[in-house]
Structures are given as C-alpha cells and as structure tokens.
C-alpha cells in the first residue's frame, strides 16, 4: 500500500469513528432526556394518564393532594434522609409539606426550588 492510499484509508476511517461516537452520544442524550422525565417514569410505573387528570377533556395542573393519594410524605422524609446537602423533603420551612410540584415536574424537566436562594443544596431533582 502507497502513502496516499494509507492516508485515504486513515481519512475514511476518521469519519467512520466520527460518525459512529456522533450516533452514541446523541442516543445517550436522548435516552437521558426521556428518562429525565417523570410523566415516562410514572408511565412505566402503571400510573395512567387519568390516575392524575381526572377529566379526560381538560387536563391542568395537578395539585399535591393527587400525589398523596399514592406517595406519602413520612416515608419520603425517611426515604430521602440522607441525602446531602439536606433533606428535600423535611426542611425548616415547610417540614414535610413542600409542595411536591415546586420540584418535581411530570411534563417538563424538574427544578430545585431551593438553589435560588441556597446555592449549597445542589441536588438533582428527578
Ligand atoms: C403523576 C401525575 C401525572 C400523570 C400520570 C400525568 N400528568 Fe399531565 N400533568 C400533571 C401535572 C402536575 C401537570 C402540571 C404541569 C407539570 O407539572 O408538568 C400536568 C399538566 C398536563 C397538561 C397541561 C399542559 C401542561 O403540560 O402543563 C396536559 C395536557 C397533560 N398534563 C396531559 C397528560 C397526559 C396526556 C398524560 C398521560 C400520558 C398525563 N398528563 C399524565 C400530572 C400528571
Ligand atoms: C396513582 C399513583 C400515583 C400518583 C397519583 C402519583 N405517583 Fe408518583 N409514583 C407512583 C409510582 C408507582 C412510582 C414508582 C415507584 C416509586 O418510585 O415510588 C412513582 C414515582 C415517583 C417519583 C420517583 C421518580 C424517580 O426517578 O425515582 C416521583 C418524584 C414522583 N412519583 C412524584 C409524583 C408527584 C409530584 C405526583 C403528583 C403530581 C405523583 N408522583 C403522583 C405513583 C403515583
Ligand atoms: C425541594 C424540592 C422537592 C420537593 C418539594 C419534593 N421533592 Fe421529591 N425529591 C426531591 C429530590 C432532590 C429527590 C432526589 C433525592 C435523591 O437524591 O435521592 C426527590 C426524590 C423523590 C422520590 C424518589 C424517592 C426515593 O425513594 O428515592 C419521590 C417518590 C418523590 N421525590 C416524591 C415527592 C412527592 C410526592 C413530593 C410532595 C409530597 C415531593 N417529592 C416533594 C426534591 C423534592
Ligand atoms: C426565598 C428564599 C428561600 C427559599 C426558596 C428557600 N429558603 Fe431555606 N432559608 C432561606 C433563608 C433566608 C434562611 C435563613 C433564615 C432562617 O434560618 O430561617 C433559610 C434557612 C434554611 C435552613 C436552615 C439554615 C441552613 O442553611 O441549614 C434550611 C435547612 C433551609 N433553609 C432549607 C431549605 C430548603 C430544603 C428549601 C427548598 C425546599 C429552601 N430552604 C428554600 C431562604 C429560602
């Protein structure tokens, strides 16, 4: 094989590789989106659509009342106790009464309602 022959085989190699890590990381991406969400969490979980709206023809926001109906705060409270910086669901402001959707979104990526004002309590809400 010539110099220039090699050199082809190298290029086209090049691009194979580049294309094959473009087409892994973009799946990751996309597989870390999806599990990024709750509404495919609670999905894969068995929770339907109507387990939350419970008018099938207007579908709003949902309110912490509906959460309690499956998730109970005590047992999140110890659930979650370790956590560091602090605990998200037993806090001196609302003890175990936050409201789940200042966090947790089921649409949309969730916040952390507490990073504005504690830059310290950096945990990933999912
Ligand atoms: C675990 C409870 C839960 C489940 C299950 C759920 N939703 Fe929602 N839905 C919510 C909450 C809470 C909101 C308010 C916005 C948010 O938090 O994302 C909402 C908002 C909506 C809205 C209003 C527009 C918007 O995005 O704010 C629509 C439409 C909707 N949901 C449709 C659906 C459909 C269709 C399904 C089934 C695939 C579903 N929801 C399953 C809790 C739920
Ligand atoms: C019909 C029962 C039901 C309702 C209503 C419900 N959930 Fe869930 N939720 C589940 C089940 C089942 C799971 C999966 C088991 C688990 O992780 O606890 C789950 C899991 C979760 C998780 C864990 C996600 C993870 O990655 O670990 C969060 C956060 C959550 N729900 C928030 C909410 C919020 C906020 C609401 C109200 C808007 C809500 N849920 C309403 C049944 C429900
Ligand atoms: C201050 C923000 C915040 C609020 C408010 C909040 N959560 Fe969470 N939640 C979190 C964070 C952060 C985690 C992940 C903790 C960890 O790193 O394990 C979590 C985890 C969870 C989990 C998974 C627990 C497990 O066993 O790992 C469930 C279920 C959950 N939340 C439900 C709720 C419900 C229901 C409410 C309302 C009663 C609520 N959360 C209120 C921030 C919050
Ligand atoms: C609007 C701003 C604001 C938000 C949002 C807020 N805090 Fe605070 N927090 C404060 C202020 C101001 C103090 C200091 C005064 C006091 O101790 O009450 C404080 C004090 C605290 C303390 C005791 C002192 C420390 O740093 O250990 C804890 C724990 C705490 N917050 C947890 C939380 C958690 C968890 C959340 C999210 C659910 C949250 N806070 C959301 C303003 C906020």
Do not use: W
């Amino acid at each position: 094989m010539n110099t220039k022959t090699l050199q082809k085989y190298r290029f086209l190699f090049a691009i194979g590789l580049t294309l094959f890590l473009g087409v892994i990381f973009t799946g990751g991406l996309y597989a870390a989106e999806k599990k990024g969400l709750l509404d495919a969490y609670h999905a894969e979980n068995g929770v339907a659509c109507a387990d939350c709206h419970e008018n099938e023809n207007k579908r709003e926001a949902v309110s912490m009342v509906k959460c309690l109906e499956c998730h109970d705060v005590e047992e999140l409270a110890k659930a979650t106790a370790a956590v560091q910086p602090t605990n998200p669901h037993l806090n001196r402001h609302y003890n175990t009464g936050a409201d789940c959707n200042l966090c947790h979104h089921q649409h949309k990526t969730s916040e952390n309602f507490c990073l504005p004002c504690h830059a310290p309590f950096n945990f990933m809400v999912p």
